[in-house]
């Protein structure tokens, strides 16, 4: 077999390892590890010294290094700290109650305040799991002691929670950053009306189903609403002080106040004094918040290094030219290109998550845009609205099983699958939008900080 041969199996046996449910990062590991040691060969085994003397060690030990070192990814353990300090707050709880009092005469009032909560939650974690985990816990209960379809209800808070790997700050946003050597502001910039439209769609969508079919959620009863002024005052109590926070480190980003890691720094300062505000900073809770940050940075980092080592063995061989030579042959226009792509990237969401995809399959296309012509901010915004279906299709939809993983029997896994569809047309919907006007992701970036010359 030649090398590129030997690249392409590489690829093929990486994702048959992965949907045997071998762990990601080790498996890239590993697989880069082996493979590069074929790679690097020197040849010549008198002894063991002879056999340990191959360059994919010192390849290795400096990808192990660069992500030891690189100052983007120093944001991500701030983000997450900041993220689960909000979480074990409290503040959550509240803020769902009250939207769903503030939204009270709109149809679904329960469903839009988990959107809305959902959304806003996001931007403080950015975390998929832990924000469908707790509105999960939440707001399901919620929905179905009100007599919401549980199908429909679920729907909701699985498509609600994965808005978190598109509205800043995103952790996927900053691991593309670093992928694609783009400037994290201005990604940050490009998807904050990409992610408001697709909570916005999310919203129009569930009202007008409710409109209709109102058996589907039915309206608060009137003795369970509080008086308007506890309302208003529950609404301010727990709205503004956390979105203030979340204003504060994006408005910091994007007004070149602060490095993403700088404002993150601040944010999770802001989250431990959030907690402390609403009483329920407690020194098991920070603990907690230490250790599930410690446990997801690890993971993060050891992708980078397994991912990096892959990728770059995988181009060593010739893998990358081979894909590059064979998408060039094809003579596509520009937008041809683009449609191709999200249609591998979207069928890779089957049986893939949004970290597999990003690392692994996206570094092979962003060689060619300055070929086709394409910006790769505007690349970037479609790439992360289409990981968003990583989370809703099926038979993966890490979402879908995340919520099945909390509520146990209390809805078949089948019924999930059925209420995020709707969610993953409106997501689709959502690109085709963004390829017509492009400037829904370029409009900002390039008033904040001056057009973007390719």
């Not at 030990?61 to 997450?80: G, H, K």
Request: hydrophobic share 55%; aromatic share 14%; with cysteine.
């Amino acid at each position: 077999m030649t090398d590129p041969q030997i690249a392409i199996l590489m690829l093929c046996l990486f994702i048959v390892l992965v949907l045997l449910g071998f762990p990601i990062a080790f498996t890239l590991l590993a697989m880069g590890v082996g493979f590069g040691y074929y790679a690097y060969y020197q040849g010549g085994a008198e002894s063991f010294a002879d056999l340990l003397n191959n360059n994919i060690f010192y390849l290795l030990n400096q990808n192990t290094y660069s992500v030891m070192e690189n100052d983007t990814l120093v944001a991500i353990p701030l983000f997450l700290f900041m993220g689960y300090v909000v979480e074990r707050a409290n503040i959550v709880n509240r803020l769902f109650y009250s939207l769903q009092m503030a939204a009270r005469n709109l149809p679904g009032s329960m469903a839009i305040a988990a959107l809305l909560t959902c959304a806003v939650f996001s931007t403080a974690s950015g975390i998929v799991g832990a924000v469908v985990t707790l509105m999960g816990l939440l707001a399901f209960p919620a929905m179905a002691s009100a007599g919401y379809n549980k199908q429909f209800a679920s729907g909701v808070i699985c498509a609600g929670g994965t808005l978190g790997i598109l509205i800043p700050p995103s952790i996927m946003l900053i691991v593309y950053a670093a992928i694609a050597e783009l400037s994290p502001l201005r990604l940050y910039a490009a998807a904050m009306f990409p992610g408001l439209l697709l909570a916005g769609l999310y919203i129009v969508y569930v009202i007008t189903r409710v409109f209709f079919q109102p058996h589907l959620a039915p309206k608060p009863r009137a003795e369970d609403v509080p008086p308007k002024s506890k309302i208003y005052w529950d609404l301010i109590v727990s709205f503004v002080p956390l979105t203030a926070l979340i204003g504060m480190v994006l408005g910091s980003i994007l007004g070149g106040l602060a490095t993403p890691a700088e404002a993150a720094a601040m944010g999770a300062l802001g989250g431990l004094m959030l907690a402390l505000l609403y009483r329920s900073l407690s020194w098991q809770k920070v603990k907690e918040s230490v250790f599930l940050t410690a446990k997801a940075t690890a993971m993060v980092c050891w992708l980078f290094i397994g991912s990096w080592t892959f990728a770059s063995v995988f181009s060593y061989l010739g893998g990358h030219d081979v894909i590059e030579h064979w998408v060039l042959a094809m003579n596509l226009e520009p937008w041809q290109f683009l449609v191709m792509v999200q249609l591998i990237i979207f069928v890779l969401g089957w049986p893939l998550e949004w970290s597999e995809i990003l690392i692994i399959f996206v570094p092979i296309f962003l060689p060619m845009l300055d070929t086709f012509g394409v910006n790769p901010y505007f690349f970037a915004m479609l790439v992360a609205l289409n990981l968003q279906t990583s989370f809703l299709t099926p038979p993966m939809a890490m979402s879908a099983y995340y919520l099945k993983g909390v509520l146990k029997g209390q809805i078949e896994l089948v019924d999930i699958f059925k209420g995020i569809l709707p969610y993953l047309g409106i997501v689709i919907f959502s690109m085709v939008l963004l390829y017509q006007y492009p400037g829904i992701a370029l409009w900002l970036p390039d008033y904040l900080f001056g057009e973007y010359i390719q």
